[in-house]
């Protein structure tokens, strides 16, 4: 043990003292210990501070983390349905596909492709652009319906086209190179349902033009064709004769068996503008040479019944008697047509 004098009042001291005893001063060993447990308490509030900005930091980058990353799995989340949308265009499809045939369609004939396909084909839109006729249709199927999109060169009998099974999909299809159509399958008959309809809306002739009726004849033994040639100006879109057959019948044998006489007259069809006035005064014409054929007919075939059945005429028959006397007065009257 030493003796350390009182900083205070500076009286001998023991240094194992706390304190110096006349003034309480604490000995400096003692003040010592203070500073050094005083530095210790700050250094500590010192470090708990920095601990818990970090431990705040830490937690900050954390969510700021977890944040990124659900966004990131949210933008793609919505760039797959994006590119599912972009990949298959057809999820909706089969209702509007299906919608599409409650509607009212315009039915394409298949004429030369068979009653197979027949009833099958419907137009669903049609216009015209720059010359070309721009069509799209669909097929009606047993399992299931397709669709088409065809480009029609009417003038040089061309076409080019594409199917799909996904009615939209027909908007960025490639339609490919120009071809001629087969001849008897369904894209010749929709080139030929498609075509007509332009044509005659959009020919307009000027000049008249010679009709040629072929009129035929059926007799028993040789049939006898006459071609009668009409002059027309500017006929109707549609000019359309009934085909009405004339019977005449002729007792050819004594037994009384009949042969038949046919005149079959075929309708004049024409596609053509017309003028009333020309076409009613043809009509006109062409109905007094009619009638003034058929009276030759009617003549020429009772004169060839007189002379089968002459051989009978000097019989006391009064049933060839009364026939000659009607067959003749048939053959000389005038007004039969009139």
């Known amino acids: 043990m030493a003796l350390i004098n009182c900083p205070e009042c500076s009286k001998a001291i023991s240094d194992q003292s706390i304190s110096c005893p006349s003034c309480g001063f604490p000995t400096p060993s003692e003040q010592i210990d203070n500073n050094d447990l005083l530095a210790s308490s700050r250094q500590r509030q010192k470090n708990s ?84 006729e721009n069509v799209k249709y669909a097929r009606r199927g047993k399992e299931s319906d397709s669709f088409g999109e065809m480009q029609i060169d009417c003038t040089n009998g061309k076409i080019r086209k594409t199917s799909s099974d996904n009615l939209e999909a027909l908007t960025s299809a490639d339609l490919g190179d120009w071809y001629t159509p087969t001849p008897d399958w369904t894209d010749q008959d929709i080139v030929n349902f498609i075509c007509p309809i332009e044509s005659v809306v959009s020919k307009n002739i000027e000049h008249h033009e010679v009709v040629e009726k072929v ?79 058929r009276k030759s007919d009617d003549r020429a075939i009772c004169e060839q019944a007189i002379k089968v059945n002459s051989a009978y005429l000097g019989k006391d028959d009064p049933e060839y008697s009364q026939w000659k006397a009607i067959e003749r007065a048939n053959c000389m009257q005038d007004k039969l047509y009139e």
């Open 49 to 132: 501070g920095c601990s818990g900005a970090t431990i705040f930091l830490i937690i900050i980058i954390v969510l700021i983390g977890f944040w990124l990353v659900s966004a990131y799995d949210g933008y793609t989340e919505k760039a797959r349905q994006y590119s599912e949308e972009q990949s298959e265009p057809d999820k909706e499809s089969p209702q509007v596909q299906g919608s599409l045939f409650d509607s009212p369609l315009t039915q394409i004939p298949m004429l030369l492709s068979g009653s197979g396909e027949d009833g099958r084909y419907f137009l669903i839109s049609h216009f015209a652009s720059y010359g070309i």
């Open 215 to 293: 009129v035929t004849l059926e007799a028993p033994k040789n049939e006898v064709i006459e071609k009668v040639t009409l002059e027309q100006f500017k006929p109707e879109p549609v000019i359309s004769a009934q085909a009405i057959p004339r019977e005449v019948v002729l007792s050819n044998a004594p037994s009384g068996s009949e042969k038949e006489y046919k005149v079959w007259e075929p309708p004049i069809k024409t596609k053509e503008p017309y003028n009333e006035k020309v076409v009613n005064k043809a009509a006109d014409d062409k109905k007094e040479r009619d009638i003034a054929r």
